[in-house]
C-alpha cells in the first residue's frame, strides 16, 4: 500500500496572475485519502480562499526542471 504522503504523484497547480496588482492568493489545502494503493485514482479539489479574480488554473502531473512542463 502506498500512504499518501509517500504518493509517487505530485500534483502542482499553476496559478497565473493577469492584474500585476492582484492580491495574493490563497488556497485550500490538497487532502487525499489515507491510504492509496498503485493504480488507484483520486479526486482532488483545489478551491481559491483568497484573492483576486480572474484566475487560471493549470494542471501539472509529475515533476521536472521547469516545474513540470515536459
Known amino acids: 500500500m502506498l500512504l499518501a504522503s509517500q504518493t ?11 492584474w500585476a496588482d492582484a492580491s495574493l492568493l490563497k488556497i485550500s489545502p490538497f487532502h487525499f485519502p489515507g491510504e492509496l494503493d498503485v493504480g488507484m485514482r483520486v479526486s ?22 521547469d516545474f513540470g512542463r515536459s
Open 44 to 65: 482532488v479539489q483545489c478551491a481559491v480562499l483568497t484573492g483576486d479574480p480572474p484566475f487560471e488554473f493549470f494542471l501539472v502531473q509529475g515533476w521536472t526542471e
Open 8 to 18: 509517487t504523484i505530485i500534483i502542482w497547480a499553476v496559478l497565473h496572475f493577469i
